[in-house]
């Protein structure tokens, strides 16, 4: 059985850092395009990042709205992937999910940030 | 990048009843459109992948159609558990782009 688990969301002041984990079981990890996506309070799904496998060199994407804040990392040893989130904004504010090639979802962690 | 136009932002159905929500895209994204089901305070679920793909066990009542820029999901017959907001999702280029979401309510 696939399982993603987030972890590591919480409260955090703008201009500070999180770093989110995402921790899988039950499929290949090192073959799978991971996805971050995040869904904001006004409940509107937002695609963050993603990163493919090793046999793709780990190439990894960002929205717009993230690149040069946020970088998304894996750990093919730990199955594991992470979102380090720098210069956090108040409208980085949601829910954050990780996601296995968009197909299996965790159950999010919540990211909020506020002074 | 790509724009998804999701449409009703809300519909109410009766038991039984057939429903139809489409998305319709900035420009052609070849089929590679998934549907989502989201129920509340739940993460969503992936109901049809590449425009019409079931996925695995994902009741045979719900089915997707379309190609180029428009796309519609079909719920043949309405049950109770169908409750819920559906989200279209372009996986065509980066960035992936969501729709924003169509509430689906029992009448």
């Known amino acids: 059985e696939v399982q993603l688990v987030e972890t590591g969301g919480g409260l955090v002041q703008p201009g500070k850092s999180l770093k989110l984990t995402c921790a899988t079981s039950g499929f290949t990890f090192s073959n799978a395009w991971m996805h971050w996506v995040r869904q904001s309070p006004e409940k509107q799904l937002e695609w963050v990042a993603q990163i493919k496998a090793k046999s793709n060199n780990y190439a990894t994407y960002y929205a717009e709205s993230v690149k040069g804040r946020f970088t998304i990392s894996r750990d093919d040893s730990k199955s594991s992937v992470y979102l380090q989130m720098n210069s956090l904004k108040e409208e980085d504010t949601a829910i954050y999910y990780c996601g296995l090639r968009l197909a299996y979802w965790g159950q999010g962690t919540l990211v909020t940030v506020s002074s | 990048d790509i724009q998804m136009t999701q449409s009703p932002p809300s519909l109410s159905a009766s038991l039984g009843e057939t429903v139809s929500i489409e998305c319709r895209a900035s420009?052609?994204?070849?089929?590679?459109l998934a549907w989502y089901q989201q129920k509340s305070g739940k993460s969503p679920q992936l109901l049809i992948y590449y425009a019409s793909s079931l996925q695995d066990g994902v009741p045979s009542r719900f089915s997707g159609s379309g190609s180029g820029t428009q796309y519609s999901l079909k719920i043949s017959g309405m049950q109770p558990e169908d409750e819920g907001v559906y989200y279209c999702?372009?996986?065509?280029?980066?960035?992936?782009?969501f729709g924003s979401g169509t509430k689906l309510e029992i009448k």
């Open positions: 420009e052609d994204i070849y089929s590679n």
């Open positions: 999702l372009q996986g065509s280029k980066y960035p992936l782009t």
